[in-house]
């Protein structure tokens, strides 16, 4: 048995291998129909062991002493209860960084990067100084992400939550935005009296009666107020589209994430308000509409 660096002593119990204790969690998720069995099992061993997934790969005859036992299956036993990984760990990779979360938060979802992708093709001079402006800015990632990108650029996060706006100031202080972020708690645009060059949301889209019908991992663990898009799901599209006006700047842009189905609807919102939309959606991974780029009419 080859030991480890694992914080551990020799007087200590070891009750198994990392490689057999591996292999018995990925059945057991397995068995509990979870579909990702084995990328979850690699991170949560990662997460309990303190090591990197490279690590884990080499340390297969490791031992696996009682207490890490003891911690890896109240975190295998949250899973198979229906927890998702990126909750049991308390963050999640977005636009290859680490975001912490919490109770109010939601967890980035790999689609939403196709609003980074379409707000970075809408100014694409790396060096703009740009001022952006996150609706419902929840860990921070979609700000973050393009302050990233844009080192110039300056952002304010908006979010009813204040402790989902902790969370997002922890995240972009790690990620060495501090001085370029402001977060204010409000609803939506009310504490808002200056304009944008870049307006980013990713708004409640679910409808209140599809609300029960999610899977658990979203519908028992995601904030409902970050899920909940009133009766029709486009409650929160018609807010931010009806301010956009005094938002933008001239030949400003704002990008809106767009739930499965929404294009049609959400244009015409737009269009409605004399609001340009500038091309069809761009599409996330899975081909589904996914981000929506609008202008003041005349302003493309």
């Known amino acids: 048995m080859t030991a480890v660096p694992l914080g551990k002593t020799d007087t200590e119990v070891v009750v198994s291998t990392i490689g057999v204790f591996r292999r018995s969690a990925i059945e057991r998720l397995r068995a509990a129909g979870i579909e990702t ?4 099992t690699r991170v949560l061993l990662c997460h309990v062991l303190g090591i990197d997934e490279a690590a884990l790969l080499t340390a297969s005859d490791a031992p696996v002493f009682r ?6 299956e109240r975190c295998l036993n949250r899973r198979i209860s229906g927890e998702p990984v990126a909750r049991i760990v308390g963050y999640k990779e977005f636009w290859s960084r680490s975001f912490k979360l919490g109770p109010d938060t939601l967890v980035p979802r790999p689609e ?3 609003i980074i992708e379409a707000a970075l093709a809408a100014f694409p001079e790396r060096e703009a100084a740009l001022r952006v402006l996150d609706l419902g800015t929840g860990s921070g990632a979609l700000l973050a992400a393009i302050l990233i990108e ?11 939550s204040e402790r989902a706006l902790t969370v997002a100031r922890d995240n972009v202080i790690s990620l060495g935005l501090g001085m370029r972020v402001k977060f204010i708690c ?8 200056q304009s944008f ?6 708004p409640p889209y679910i409808s209140s009666g599809e609300l029960a019908k999610l899977p658990r991992e979203v519908s028992e663990h995601d904030p409902r107020l970050a899920l909940d898009g009133g009766e029709d799901g486009l409650e929160a599209y018609r807010k931010i589209i009806r301010e956009l006006p005094r938002l933008l700047m001239p030949k400003g842009a704002a990008v809106l994430e767009l739930g499965l ?9 737009a269009r409605d308000t004399h609001i340009y939309v500038d091309g069809p959606a761009r599409y996330d991974l899975a081909g589904v509409p996914r981000a929506l780029i609008l202008r003041l009419t005349g302003q493309k």
């Open 150 to 160: 844009r080192p110039h650029a300056t952002g304010i996060g908006i979010d009813r």
């Open 197 to 202: 060059h870049l307006v980013v949301a990713n």
């Open 186 to 193: 409000g609803d939506w645009t009310d504490a808002i009296h």
């Open 261 to 269: 189905g929404q294009e049609i609807d959400v244009a015409r919102i």
């Open 67 to 72: 207490e890490v036992w003891a911690q890896f």
């Open 37 to 40: 069995a084995e990328l979850d």
């Open 112 to 114: 939403s990067e196709t």
